[in-house]
């Protein structure tokens, strides 16, 4: 009984995506047909998809999503990497306060800082540049406390034996630990690529020229010029959706685990 | 290895960290803070004028709206969402794990990959009067077409409609990793001791899920807060401003109207209010468990 009702909970849940994706398969003239039609004539017209692709530029925000996001990933990793090192192996003073401090930004919303934030980056002249656009990416306080909680699990004996073979502390790292960390490094890539991706605010206030546009401030753009489309519209919503659907089926285990983890303790 | 050594290699690491905690968080604070003491214009003017701002924004039938239709979005909005995952961690609780319920989990948590912004497309147009989704299932059920996100009464219920699809699964999956973390001998123990179902759920299930109800409820009033995407997407803060939100009001002030020094004291606002409504849910939620 009860799986039943969850199943059918699941589905219903599953609805609202279900129906944009068979919209985005409707011809222009079949999407505003009333009575409401819920299957399309043709389950392969992808001439939407096409269409956004080769007439609008949405390759293009996918291509600049996806750089934005891979800069963001990398830096908050190295950064997240090296932090997380020194406050799992090392002693020194004013550790654990530094700790806190860090953990307590994790309730600062990005949103709340785009005025100081902008007038930063603009005074800088990264307006319209990847750098800019990734700025509030480049270091995330999550990873420093996921992969410190991990490295604690490992034992230090590990550390040790490195330090007597004569290793230097970053060949440790870089050799030893990351490895033995890869779990809680895959956690974080998937979180991080799934929020950096689905940013919107940051990239429309950076990304002044259409070239530079992510996928959502893209998506957003196009909607507003392109009013009352709606076939266009619901294949390009799919359009932005896709890179983090594919992500979610495939790694969907990491993604619950980590999740999951972060909530733990 | 000499312990100031030590030391230095150990902040060597921590540089990187430390430099991004300035840059991105202690340098913005402070600087959001200065320009809320300014009539600041992005173009010329920077001029110090005291609290003005921050009188001319608390006695403002703008900020009292935007603040009014926020709080209002997230007394609707939390407490449905937060009921109804605890409702689905628990039906799943009640499972023996098998291939077919990680699958249903799936089903769950498939809306949270989606970004703000798909979302309030995907249900922009669900949600459209002649061709949506919503009012064709409301007619199976013989109940006439609504305006939805074009009435000032509906609008916010339909905003708090899709915020809690898109995020129930996030909070079910962390509901259910509390749940599973709960050692069954205490519900044996209380079995023996005849307690029902619903005494089981009042004495043991919710005050060992405390952690998780404290974060889940944390971060649902911190996102329903700053909303910003549902609104700006799929009403524009209309009609009638009913659905203009705090976030909404600092990007139009600051990046529209070149008021950049009111949108700062907007930013203070938010962020007391943040500090207030999270430490009171800690005070509220957080129960002694130790006994």
């Known amino acids: 009984m009860i799986q039943t009702a969850l199943i059918l909970g699941g589905l219903a849940l599953l609805v609202p995506l279900a129906w944009v994706a068979l919209s985005s398969l409707k011809r222009p003239d079949e999407i505003l047909q009333l009575p409401v039609k819920w299957l399309p004539d043709n389950f392969f017209n992808f001439n939407n998809y096409v269409q956004l692709f080769s007439q609008y530029d949405f390759g293009r925000y996918i291509g600049n999503s996806f750089l934005v996001t891979g800069i963001g990933i990398l830096t ?13 192996y090392y002693q020194f003073p004013f550790k654990e306060p530094i700790f806190l401090l860090v953990l307590a930004l994790f309730m600062v919303p990005q949103e709340a800082l785009v005025i100081p934030m902008f007038l930063m980056v603009s005074g800088a002249g990264l307006n319209n540049t990847y750098i800019g656009m990734a700025f509030p990416d480049l270091f995330t306080v999550l990873g420093v406390y996921l992969l410190r909680q991990f490295m604690e699990g490992i034992p230090y004996s590990y550390v040790e034996a490195a330090r007597v073979d004569g290793a230097s502390e970053f060949r440790i790292l870089t050799r030893v630990i990351t490895p033995m960390v890869a779990p809680a490094i895959v956690v974080f890539i998937i979180i991080k690529f799934m929020f950096t991706w689905n940013t919107f605010l940051w990239p429309m206030l950076v990304a002044q020229d259409e070239k530079m546009y992510t996928v959502t401030v893209g998506l957003v753009n196009f909607a507003g010029s392109e009013f009352n489309q709606w076939n266009l519209i619901n294949a390009a919503t799919m359009i932005s959706m896709i890179p983090t659907i594919i992500l979610f089926i495939t790694l969907q285990r990491y993604l619950v685990r980590g999740v999951a983890m972060s909530g733990m303790k | 290895m000499n312990a100031s050594l030590h030391t230095k290699r150990a902040y060597m690491f921590l540089a990187p960290a430390l430099f991004f905690v300035v840059v991105l968080f202690i340098i913005p604070l402070g600087y959001n803070l200065l320009i809320s003491f300014f009539d600041w214009s992005a173009v010329g003017r920077k001029q110090f004028n005291g609290i003005e701002n921050y009188a001319k924004v608390l006695g403002s039938e703008r900020f009292l709206n935007a603040a009014g239709n926020t709080v209002y ?28 319920t990680g699958f249903i989990r799936a089903l769950y948590f498939a809306p949270v990959v989606a970004s703000l912004t798909a979302v309030a497309f995907v249900w922009l147009w669900i949600f459209n009067p002649s061709y949506g989704l919503a009012n064709e299932v ?53 079995r023996i001791d005849g307690a029902g179902p619903f005494k089981m759920f009042w004495s043991i299930t919710l005050p060992l899920l405390n952690r998780q109800m404290v974060l889940v409820i944390s971060v649902e009033v911190m996102n329903a807060i700053k909303l910003f995407e549902l609104p700006f997407v799929a009403t524009k803060g209309g009609p009638v401003g009913s659905t203009r939100s705090i976030v909404m009001e600092i990007y139009e002030l600051a990046f529209r109207a070149d008021r950049w020094g009111e949108a700062a004291v907007y930013v203070i606002f938010l962020f007391a209010f943040l500090l207030v409504v999270t430490g009171l849910i800690r005070k509220l939620f957080t129960r002694d468990i130790s006994e």
């Open chain 2, 138 to 190: 409301l007619g199976i059920f013989g109940i006439g077409p609504q305006p939805w996100l074009t009435d000032e009464s509906q609008a916010v219920p339909a905003l708090a409609i899709m915020y809690v699809w898109a995020r129930m699964g996030f909070n079910v999956i962390i509901l259910l990793a509390g749940l599973q973390a709960i050692d069954r001998s205490y519900y044996e123990a209380a």
């Open chain 2, 73 to 100: 979005f997230t007394v609707l909005a939390v407490p449905i969402g937060v009921v109804l995952s605890l409702i689905v961690a628990l039906g799943f609780n009640a499972l023996f794990i098998t291939k077919i």
């Open chain 1, 76 to 88: 908050s990793l190295v950064i997240a990497l090296l932090a997380a090192y020194a406050f799992a």
